[in-house]
């Protein structure tokens, strides 16, 4: 009789063990790594790059990229993907989603009428890079190969992670971070652009990846600023490193200063920006405390480097430089687009609740753009790589 | 032996029916409420929630041969007494329900959001039914070995979530009036501490090593408050406020972010599996409350009888988890406004009641 009833119930049992209800083979699924998101004529149009394409299977080399991207119109983004996958073959997957990339005319409209979808989808994980495109349509992006990458979202990627170490022009933000900062109070998001240089219909053909000089690429050198939810405009190279100095965001940073008729240029590592704000009379006045370690990597002219006033004076030349290009940064936000992108406002709010109350309504036009900054930059230049001298100052010893 | 336990077995018991509403009810009420001060809501309650805590060990020692059912019946009469236990069992039948609706909504909007509840909560049902055949000892070595393994995930969670704390999203402090946060503490009590009464339907004498029971179910009751706690500083300092306020289930998306030494990575369902474990062991522990309340009230004495009638009474309980609540929409203004006040009301009404009608010595 028991095991009459062990037989029974994994007989039962076999029945509801034999795996997922509504699974899909991996066959099946179009791995999914990059989406980009456009507007037209009030529609959206949503592209998916999908990563794991069939096309050119037999004779693929290493160059040669295995994607193809698919295009989908909607009123909203849901349907755009409806649209889309009617012309797929496959089930769309997005968990190995690496980039979203939304077009500069999409974002001036406001992000929050795109970000719902891929919030409240389950399978999506949140965790991947949202940046902007700037002078071009966002699939564009998507379709722009690369000779080092074998997915152009890979090469997107690739590139915000590399140029935050090594150029520090980037903002690496994730997608649920950047929602995160367009619900915050006091702080407004900035996200990266990249643009598509050279020609850019001959960059989404594999013949580019054939020649030793690709046709087009993509360059990703500037921040969009939002108020928020809404793109407001663009930050310039310089601007850039400024907003992500302010903002901690820094991994080295090069930076060039005039010298004499020619440039200088120093690798800034350690970047680190300590603010405080402080209330005199009820007014925020904000105290910025950057501190930097410099190495000198290019001087192209005449100077005594083993003389330690020589010394100094080049420091106090790169410390100017900075100063500039974060004053110029303090100014965009404040003057030009009135948004507080540095998350002073946050600060406040944070850490001193009763003044941000009072503070609040009038925060984004009239308090931030009139903020005073009391900056202090402080770079200690400790290396000069493997010269002791200039080139220039030891061939007039000689 | 077959309805022997140890405090082992019990502070395993304690601390899975404690943290069963940790996803979907705690970091829930206490982020819509009151966001960023969660925390200190947690802090009260906790000492708040000694009170029934107390109570109910009091109740356990008052007659050691006696389960709450038969302590009912001999306090105020068998008329009484029958209908008391009746409230009582339509409290433990909406833990139940509601534990076991989080359970299956849990599972069918964040892992498998295809497949119908019905299919989930029929796949539970078949090694709940078999649990509560086995009896006592066999549910409390089961919940011990959950107990385990949820704890080897909870160390993996604390790893993979500790270096991306940021203390600032929990400012500012006290945003919110005190009393926000003070009813926030009392709408936690009902999910933390009164369900706990559950475990009085385990007499005092079937319990091995009687003499550890008050130190186990306190240490049991203040840890699992340590991790509530824990969760909750995880949730706000690591997605922010606003992020946690979005989600479902903040709970199971801050475990996506767990990177453990940059290898272990995407790892959120397998760590889930811990409150999977906790509200499967609280809903065979009170269907086994349930089980003690038809045994004792109506004295079912065949062995067959009483299984079937309890493997029906379960069917019933959870296919209803997927009746009464038509969506999570409903289930969340059920959380907050309806069933704090009811669970409150009845399970510290009774055990109010009971402690004067012992301490008035009227009985």
Request: charged content about 20%; glycine content about 4%; overall charge negative.
């Given at each position: ?398 | 032996?077959?309805d022997k336990i140890s405090t082992?077995q019990i502070f395993s018991l304690c601390w899975q029916i404690i943290?069963s ?28 929630g000694l009170i029934p805590i107390i109570l109910y060990l009091y109740l356990m020692k008052f007659r050691p041969e006696m389960n709450f059912m038969e302590l009912n019946e001999y306090l105020f009469?068998?008329?009484f007494g029958k209908i008391l236990n009746s409230i009582i069992v339509i409290l433990i039948a909406s833990y139940i ?35 509560l055949?086995?009896g006592l000892n066999?549910i409390g070595?089961?919940s ?45 009590i009902p999910y933390t501490s009164l369900p706990l009464i559950m475990l009085l339907c385990i007499p005092h004498k079937n319990i091995i090593?009687a003499?550890k029971l008050n130190k186990r179910v306190i240490?049991a009751y203040?840890?699992s ?56 062991t609280t809903v065979v522990f009170g269907l086994y409350f349930i089980m003690q309340y038809v045994k004792t009230t ?45 669970l409150s009301v009845i399970s510290l009404g009774t055990i109010i009641i009971m402690f004067i009608r012992i301490k008035?010595?009227?009985y």
């Amino acid at each position: 009789m028991k095991k009459a009833k062990i037989l029974v119930t994994i007989f039962l049992l076999s029945f509801i063990l034999t795996g997922c209800w509504n699974y899909h083979e991996l066959n099946d699924l179009a791995i999914t790594t990059g989406i980009a998101i456009d507007v037209k004529d009030d529609k959206y149009i949503v592209s998916y790059m999908i990563a794991n394409a069939k096309k050119n299977e037999s004779d693929s080399n290493n160059s040669e990229a295995n994607t193809v991207v698919y295009k989908g119109e909607g009123n909203s983004i849901s349907a755009a993907y409806i649209d889309l996958n009617s012309k797929n073959p496959k089930v769309p997957y997005i968990s190995h989603l690496e980039v979203i990339i939304i077009s500069e005319d999409a974002a001036r409209q406001g992000v929050n009428k795109m970000v719902d979808f891929l919030m409240r989808n389950p399978e999506s994980r949140k965790e991947f890079y949202v940046v902007l495109s700037k002078n071009t349509e966002a699939s564009a992006i998507l379709e722009t190969l690369s000779p080092l990458e074998a997915f152009p979202s890979e090469n997107v990627a690739k590139n915000i992670v590399s140029n935050q170490n090594d150029q520090s022009t980037i903002v690496v933000e994730q997608y649920s971070d950047f929602i995160s900062k367009i619900l915050k109070e006091g702080v407004n998001p900035v996200l990266s652009g990249i643009e598509i240089e050279g020609d850019e219909e001959a960059g989404k053909s594999e013949e580019s990846l054939k020649s030793s000089t690709p046709s087009s690429s993509i360059k990703i050198d500037t921040i969009g600023i939002f108020k928020d939810d809404i793109l407001l405009g663009w930050a310039n190279h310089n601007e850039t490193i400024g907003i992500n100095i302010l903002n901690n965001e820094v991994g080295s940073v090069l930076l060039e200063a005039k010298c004499d008729d020619q440039y200088m240029a120093s690798t800034l590592t350690n970047v680190t920006t300590s603010t405080d704000i402080v209330f005199e009379n009820d007014i925020p006045k904000v105290s910025l405390k950057i501190n930097a370690e410099g190495a000198l990597v290019e001087i192209n002219c005449k100077r005594n480097l083993e003389d330690e006033k020589v010394i100094e004076e080049i420091k106090k030349d790169f410390e100017s430089t900075l100063l500039e290009i974060v004053n110029s940064s303090i100014n965009l936000a404040q003057n030009e687009y009135k948004s507080d992108i540095f998350g002073y406002g946050d600060m406040i709010h944070k850490n001193n609740l009763e003044k941000w109350k009072t503070l609040k309504d009038s925060w984004d036009e009239t308090t931030f753009p009139n903020l005073e900054f009391d900056i202090n930059v402080k770079i200690s230049l400790s290396s000069k790589g493997s010269f002791e001298q200039t080139i220039m100052e030891a061939k007039n010893e000689r | 032996m077959k309805d022997k336990i140890s405090t082992l077995q019990i502070f395993s018991l304690c601390w899975q029916i404690i943290l069963s509403s940790a996803i979907g009810i705690i970091t829930y009420i206490t982020i819509f409420t009151v966001k960023q001060d969660g925390w200190i809501s947690i802090i009260i309650s906790c000492i708040l929630g000694l009170i029934p805590i107390i109570l109910y060990l009091y109740l356990m020692k008052f007659r050691p041969e006696m389960n709450f059912m038969e302590l009912n019946e001999y306090l105020f009469g068998k008329i009484f007494g029958k209908i008391l236990n009746s409230i009582i069992v339509i409290l433990i039948a909406s833990y139940i329900i509601l534990y076991f609706y989080d359970l299956t909504n849990f599972i069918t909007s964040q892992y498998l959001h295809k497949t119908p509840n019905i299919f989930v909560i029929f796949i539970f049902i078949i090694p709940i039914i078999y649990l509560l055949l086995q009896g006592l000892n066999v549910i409390g070595r089961t919940s011990f070995i959950l107990f385990i393994f949820g704890l080897i995930l909870l160390i993996l969670t604390i790893m993979g979530l500790i270096g991306q704390v940021d203390i600032n999203n929990f400012k500012p402090v006290l945003e919110n009036s005190f009393g926000d946060i003070f009813n926030t503490s009392l709408t936690i009590i009902p999910y933390t501490s009164l369900p706990l009464i559950m475990l009085l339907c385990i007499p005092h004498k079937n319990i091995i090593d009687a003499n550890k029971l008050n130190k186990r179910v306190i240490i049991a009751y203040l840890m699992s408050f340590i991790i509530l706690l824990l969760a909750l500083i995880f949730v706000i300092s690591v997605l922010g406020p606003e992020l946690a306020l979005l989600y479902q289930f903040p709970e199971f998306h801050v475990l996506k972010r767990v990177s453990i030494g940059g290898f272990i990575e995407r790892v959120e369902s397998t760590l889930s599996l811990r409150w999977i474990f906790y509200m499967f062991t609280t809903v065979v522990f009170g269907l086994y409350f349930i089980m003690q309340y038809v045994k004792t009230t109506f004295q079912v004495r065949k062995k067959n009888i009483l299984n079937f009638i309890v493997i029906i009474i379960s069917i019933i309980l959870l296919m209803a988890s997927n009746w009464i609540f038509k969506s999570n929409t409903q289930s969340n203004a059920m959380i907050l406004k309806v069933i704090p006040i009811f669970l409150s009301v009845i399970s510290l009404g009774t055990i109010i009641i009971m402690f004067i009608r012992i301490k008035t010595k009227r009985y």
